[in-house]
């Protein structure tokens, strides 16, 4: 019988990871670590864009000043500017009679959860009953809307400023601005920004404030309407200050801002796979190391080099699928839906198909790569060397 022309059994490689049951559970974990670690970052990277591209409605043109740039906390319009764009902007979609035309106030203040308590930075936007007209992602989960001394929390607000979900339950008090404020209710906004914010009736938020000015106002277009009437507004009305802006735009405006952050995330990706492969290659030297007689014997018996070079492979190849395996598993039951704090506000982790794929692809790629070093090394070993090594 010739086994030169033969490939070593399938059984053969998985019975060699069984017999070393140690070195294959402290290699699994190592492996798991290291993919784990590529589906937290492209997880974030996921959730940060998925939340961007959320937010965004194409319908919506946002109106707010000039010397703001992309930082709508720092613009102030007139409170008559509402009115004047109702008045003279054409396009404007009217619901129930209603001109979807929303006057908001958004700020970054501290809030408080106990008396005295003053270092947690959250979001409040001030609104009219117009804003949920306007922003269509909005949706009341529980509760109802605010009343006067009263603001609604969205579903992710308990992430930005670092407490328990359940200590912003309906029914329960926070402070800012030098107010105390009850939470009426709890929103969700599929996934848009909107879920870090706390909304409070514009009125009670500029008296709180003592400030009349507004920081921007939203409108709602007629579905496929230009925004050109509303940026000719903006620019006839020079002694405004005023630039149009349609949502989707501010929003992908600020992806273009946080492009150097995805990008060192994309980086660090990068990094942790080549460290892994490193390790990878460490942890397989060992273990051929320790099997050079075993190698040099099949050698002898009449396995070619080739064979054995696939055998050797797919152990690690196994192995390191397993641990892409396990990590996906514990990445999905434990990561995905995670609530994590940024600037822009908050977001959810997102263990999608971008992130199996780069987590799976990952421990393949530490699986193929990590065995071929060592093993040709070992093969390259001449055989009666081989057969006395201890």
Same mark, same amino acid.
């Given at each position: ?56 409605? *194409? ?12 930082? @709508? /906390? ?9 009115? +004047? ?31 005295? /308590?003053?270092?947690?930075? !959250? ?32 579903? +992710?607000?308990? =992430? ?5 979900? /359940?200590?912003? %339950?309906? %029914? ?5 601005? !030098?107010?105390?404020? $009850? ?6 906004? !599929? ?34 309407? *230009? ?8 620019? /006839? ?27 060192? =995330? ?42 054995? +070079? ?21 990445? @999905? ?28 692809? $990952? ?28």
């Amino acid at each position: 019988m010739i086994l030169g022309c033969r490939l070593l059994p399938w059984e053969y490689g998985v019975r060699n990871l069984l017999r070393r049951p140690s070195r294959t559970l402290l290699t699994l974990l190592a492996l798991t670590i290291v993919v784990l670690l590529v589906f937290v970052v492209v997880a974030f990277i996921q959730g940060l864009e998925a939340s961007l591209v959320s937010s965004g409605d *194409p319908d919506v043109v946002l109106v707010y000043s000039q010397s703001a740039a992309e930082s @709508i /906390e720092n613009s102030a319009v007139s409170s008559s500017t509402p009115a +004047l764009l109702s008045g003279n902007v054409g396009g404007v979609q009217r619901i129930y009679e209603t001109r979807a035309v929303s006057p908001e106030l958004f700020l970054g203040t501290r809030i408080a959860l106990e008396e005295g /308590e003053s270092n947690r930075l !959250g979001l409040v936007r001030g609104v009219t009953t117009v804003a949920p007209l306007v922003r269509r992602q909005v949706r009341i989960a529980e509760g109802r809307w605010p009343g006067e001394g009263e603001i609604l929390v969205g579903k +992710l607000a308990f =992430a930005k400023i670092g407490c328990p979900p /359940e200590r912003l %339950g309906v %029914g329960q008090k926070v402070r800012f601005e !030098g107010r105390e404020w $009850t939470i009426s209710g709890r929103f969700t906004a !599929g996934g848009a920004a909107f879920e870090s914010e706390f909304w409070c009736r514009l009125p009670d938020f500029q008296q709180a404030l003592k400030r009349q000015d507004l920081s921007l106002v939203a409108l709602l277009l007629k579905s496929g309407a *230009p925004a050109a009437e509303v940026e000719l507004f903006c620019k /006839e009305r020079v002694d405004l200050e005023l630039q149009a802006l349609r949502e989707i735009e501010y929003y992908a405006s600020l992806q273009k801002h946080y492009r150097p952050v995805r990008m060192l =995330a994309w980086l660090v990706v990068w990094l942790v796979a080549g460290a892994g492969v490193f390790a990878g290659l460490n942890l397989m030297y060992g273990s051929v190391a320790g099997r050079i007689r075993e190698i040099a014997t099949l050698q002898t018996v009449g396995y070619r080099r080739r064979a054995i +070079l696939i055998s050797l492979i797919q152990e690690g190849t196994l192995l390191a699928a397993a641990a892409a395996i396990l990590a996906g598993v514990v990445a @999905i039951l434990f990561l995905n839906g995670i609530a994590v704090r940024f600037t822009m506000g908050a977001f959810v982790l997102r263990v999608d198909s971008v992130a199996v794929l780069a987590g799976c692809g $990952t421990g393949l790629m530490l699986g193929i790569v990590g065995a071929v070093p060592p093993s040709i090394k070992a093969l390259r070993v001449p055989i009666v060397e081989s057969l006395k090594a201890i």
